[in-house]
Structure formats: C-alpha cells, structure tokens
C-alpha cells in the first residue's frame, strides 16, 4: 500500500487545504463590496488598490526569493535529521528578516523617484505608503513560508491556524483602515500592513522557538543555487501581470478599476487552485523520489485528479461570482461581471502549468523556468503595448491568454525532454484547451452578436462539466466514490 496513491488522504488534504488556501481569498472577496460604493470607493480607487497590491507581491518576490519552493524540495532532504531540519528552517527565515530590513532601507531611499512611473496623481506620492507596502510583503513572505513548511511536514494545525488567522486579521484591519483612517487606498495599506504585522510576528517566535537561531552558510549557499533561477521566473511571472495594470493605469481609470476588480476575484480563484495544488505537490515529490519511471501511473492519476479538481473549482464559481458582482456592486465596478467568465478561465492554464512545472522543480532544474518566463513576457509586454490603447481590459486578456498558452507549450516541452512521462495530452492538454477556446468564443458572440453574459457563462459550465463526465470517467468515479466515503465517515 505504502507504494501506492493514498487516495483517501489525497482527497482528505485536498479538501482541507482547498478550504483554508480558499478562507483569507473569501474575505477579500467579503471586504471588497463592504468598502466599495456611494460615499466609499469607487472604481478608481479600486485600480489604485490594485497598483499597490501589485507593487506589494514584487516586494514579497524578491523578500521570499522562492523560499516556499526552497523549503518544500529541502525539506526532504532533511526531514530525518532533526539537527538539520532545525538549521534549514531557521537560516531560510533569518534570511527572509535580512532581506527585509535591506528592502525597507532601499525603498526608504527611493521613494521620491517611485511615484513618478505613475499618471495618477494619488500614486504618485509614493512616500505616503511605500513602507507599508514594503511591511506588508515582508510579513506575506513569513507566513507563506511557513504554510509551506507546514503543509510539507502535514502539520495540519499549524497549516489552518496561520492561514485563516491571516486572513481574518488582514481582512479586519482592512475595513477599519478604511473607515476610519482614510476612506482611500491608503487605509486600505495601512489596514493590511498593521493585520498582517500581528500574525508574522507571532509566527517568527514560533520558529525561533521551536528551530532555534541558525544562519549557515553551506545552506545558504544551496539554497540560493537552487533559488536564484526561481526568483528569476517569479519576477519575470510578475512582470506578466503586472503589465497589463502598468499599460491600463496610463489610460482610463475607470477601466482599470473594473478591470482589477474582476481581476481580485480571478486571483482569488488562483489562490484556491494553489491551495489544491499545496495537496498536490508533497504526493507527487513523495512518488518522484522512490523514482519517477517506477511511480509514473501515480504521478500520471494525481495530476489527472489535480486537472478535475482545478476545472471543477475554476468554472463552478464563475456564475455565482457574476450574480455576486451583480448584486453587491454598483455603478461603473457592476461591469466588471461581464468579464468575469473569460478572465476565470483563463487560469486554466495556470493549471496545467503546474502539472508540467513539478517535475522539472523535483529534479532542480530551475534554470528553465526563466527561460520558459522571458520568452513569454516578451510576448505579453508586446500585445499589451499593441492592443491595450485600442482595446482597453479586452487587450490585457488577449496578452495573458496569448503568453500563458505559450508558456504551457513550452514548459511542456522542456518537461519531456528532461524526464519523459507519457501524458494522455487529451485530459492534460487537449481538453483544458478547448474550454479555454468555447469561452473566447462565447466572449466574442457576447461583444458582436449581444449574447448575454449569463448564456455565455453557463455554456462553458456545461461544456466543461459534460467533457469532465465523458473524458474523466475512471477519475470522476473514484473522486466521487472517495468524497461521499470521506464525507461519510467524517
């Protein structure tokens, strides 16, 4: 049994880590039609949030600098060894704190020259929230690199409490900052900087306590080889959103309200899909290292399961979250529904992204993943300087679709000629694809021909649950079979 796919427990960390990756993404999802509205923030103010949390995830890159991968492929190498284990998880968070306080410095120092990238005259004035910014990414790395190491060693406890409690504190400050610091942007900042201070410092004495004070630098010097490329593909993965927000924050501002708005719940999406895939990721390293030719129908069957799952997640909340964007907002930010489908679907490619990524991380091969990243940017960078001043937020969609398919195709490629696994390319590549392409033309009939937003989205529902049931039909039985017997005994 031990060498074949635990799939009840599978199923059962995926449940649990589906739920808590999906809590602190729920309550942004909650906070956002609570501060928005007449006499709150409109869709401008919205795009400013989005700029800010744009230049908060950059900060985090280089804080982290792939410190949640790092500890998840190390953490195998040391689990046994309790000395070992200590002076890892302990050098990888003192360099996370040494990181940061270099960064508050350096954007101390820069922030009278940040602003002026911005046409916005409020994001202009970088000074009044770059160190905030900075705290905020600062305490996103702790945390995410705990949840990592805790999801690797299954400390499941550990996994719920810093995940929800995040998000509850980030969530509740946010509200309060806005209310009653600034009804802007900036209370927003301010919010989440001083909610999620509490929880990474309680999770820096945790570490300390229980791994001790450590810095080595034979570990350091691993883990930058290992990390290095990694951050690479992180930044340049950043740019690839980013670009998008750079080119629409230059134009109307309302467009990138409605635009990041619908964006919000889209990365929310994304976020679940992660939390999926941190169920995913320790079974598949577990399997790759008692050998990937010998273990390759387990590694096939759960990035199978991982596929369902993923599509289940993404296209099942498109039509509630357009009648919730429908019912809660108002004015100019209520359009941002109509896009919500195509936007959604788009992140399957993320998906299967991920299945193809895995096995080049396990084998170290990290050095691909920029290579993989700068081919699409330039993709990205070019279609959104061509289509975006012509074509508002439907250019930025067609520059993610065009260079997220790009980089699927090619890490693809890369993944086969480093270590060969034969794929059924019609559940991982070919059906995927076909969804994607049913929603874009679903959208283009919607913006020529007036198909309502609703048909549209509940054609593709259709469409990807009935390919589900007839191209999954082992899987979709098992993963039927598994849930009603966990729910059952739970």
């Excluded at 401008?44 to 998840?72: P, R, W, Y």
């Excluded at 998880?89 to 922030?111: E, H």
């Amino acid at each position: 049994m031990a060498n074949l796919v635990k799939t009840k427990e599978y199923f059962k960390l995926s449940i649990i880590y589906t739920f808590v990756a999906a809590f602190p993404s729920v309550l942004q999802l909650i906070v956002q039609p609570l501060i928005a509205g007449k006499g709150r923030l409109g869709a401008t103010d919205f795009g400013q949030i989005n700029i800010t949390e744009s230049i908060i995830t950059l900060l985090f890159i280089i804080c982290i600098f792939s410190m949640e991968s790092s500890i998840s492929r190390y953490y195998y190498d040391v689990r046994e060894d309790k000395h070992k284990f200590d002076q890892l998880v302990s050098t990888i968070f003192t360099g996370i704190l040494l990181r940061g306080a270099v960064l508050l410095g350096f954007v101390y120092l820069i922030s009278p020259f940040v602003g002026q990238i911005f046409k916005q005259e409020a994001l202009r004035n970088f000074g009044t929230y770059g160190i905030a910014l900075t705290i905020s990414a600062i305490n996103r790395s702790i945390v995410t690199t705990a949840v990592s190491l805790y999801r690797n060693e299954k400390n499941i406890n550990s996994f719920i409490l810093v995940n929800m409690s995040s998000g509850i504190f980030r969530a509740l400050f946010q509200v309060l900052g806005v209310f009653f610091f600034s009804m802007s942007f900036l209370g927003y900042v301010y919010g989440t900087a001083i909610g999620s201070s509490i929880i990474s410092i309680a999770v820096v004495i945790y570490v300390y306590r229980r791994s001790g004070f450590h810095f080595v630098k034979s570990i350091n010097k691993d883990l930058f080889g290992f990390a290095w490329p990694l951050l690479e593909y992180t930044v340049v993965g950043w740019g690839l959103m980013w670009l998008d927000r750079f080119f629409l924050e230059r134009g109307d501002p309302k467009q990138l309200g409605i635009y990041t708005n619908a964006m919000t719940y889209a990365v929310g999406i994304q976020l679940i899909i992660q939390g999926l895939g941190s169920a995913t990721q320790p079974e598949l390293f577990r399997f790759m290292s008692e050998g990937i030719n010998e273990r390759v129908e387990e590694i096939k069957k759960i990035s199978n399961m991982f596929i369902i799952q993923s599509l289940v997640i993404i296209i099942g909340a498109v039509i509630p979250t357009i009648l919730f964007i429908q019912m809660f907002f108002h004015g100019d930010l209520r359009i941002s529904a109509s896009i919500i489908s195509i936007v959604f679907v788009r992140y399957v490619l993320r998906s299967q992204y991920q299945v193809f990524a895995l096995p080049i991380m396990f084998m170290k091969r990290t050095r691909i993943f920029s290579t993989v990243n700068y081919i699409a940017l330039f993709a990205n960078l070019v279609l959104n300087w061509l289509l975006i001043p012509s074509m508002g937020f439907y250019g930025a969609i067609i520059a993610f679709i065009v260079a997220n398919s790009t980089q699927v195709i090619i890490i693809y490629y890369f993944q086969q000629k480093i270590v060969f696994i034969p794929w059924n390319l019609k559940k991982l590549m070919g059906f995927p694809f076909l969804v994607l392409l049913v929603s874009v033309l679903c959208e283009i009939c919607k913006y020529y021909l007036g198909l309502p937003v609703m048909i549209g989205a509940i054609i593709v529902t259709v469409v990807t649950f009935v390919g589900i049931v007839l191209l999954y039909k082992n899987e979709v039985h098992q993963l039927l079979q598994k849930r009603f017997k966990f729910l059952n005994n739970a």
